[in-house]
């Protein structure tokens, strides 16, 4: 997964997350870029970030089930496993032949 991260993270206050996520998305591409490297994007009228962030609030323990079952699929996908079969090896076949 070379091209995003996923970031399991507890908040006490759902009001510090914009603070938290603007701090690390600058702090990642500090590190990755440096201040130089920056500033010559910033003069080229250019982006370092894509997309803003995604979050989602997990409410609980079957979100978070949800949750890491997803993740662990893209891992496989980044790996160069077919997102099908990822899907297969770890949700198994109760997603695509549902009975009842």
Same mark, same amino acid.
């Given at each position: 997964?070379?091209? &995003?991260?996923?970031? &399991?993270?507890? =908040?006490?206050?759902?009001? =510090?997350? @914009?603070?938290?996520? /603007?701090? =690390?998305?600058?702090? !990642?591409?500090?590190?990755? *870029?440096?201040?130089?490297? !920056? /500033?010559?994007?910033?003069? %080229? ?6 997309? @803003?962030?995604?979050? @989602?609030?997990?409410?609980?323990? @079957? &979100?978070? !089930?949800?949750? %890491? ?11 160069? *496993?077919? /997102? ?9 076949? /109760?997603?695509?032949? %549902?009975?009842?």
């Amino acid at each position: 997964m070379g091209n &995003h991260l996923h970031l &399991h993270v507890k =908040l006490h206050n759902s009001h =510090l997350y @914009r603070a938290w996520i /603007r701090g =690390l998305s600058s702090g !990642l591409a500090m590190i990755s *870029m440096g201040l130089e490297g !920056l /500033r010559q994007l910033k003069d %080229k009228k250019q982006k370092f970030w894509d997309q @803003r962030p995604f979050s @989602r609030v997990i409410l609980n323990f @079957r &979100h978070f !089930l949800n949750t %890491k079952s997803y993740v662990e699929v893209n891992v496989l996908e980044g790996m160069g *496993m077919p /997102r099908l079969e990822a899907e297969l090896l770890i949700y198994g076949s /109760r997603k695509y032949f %549902k009975s009842g």
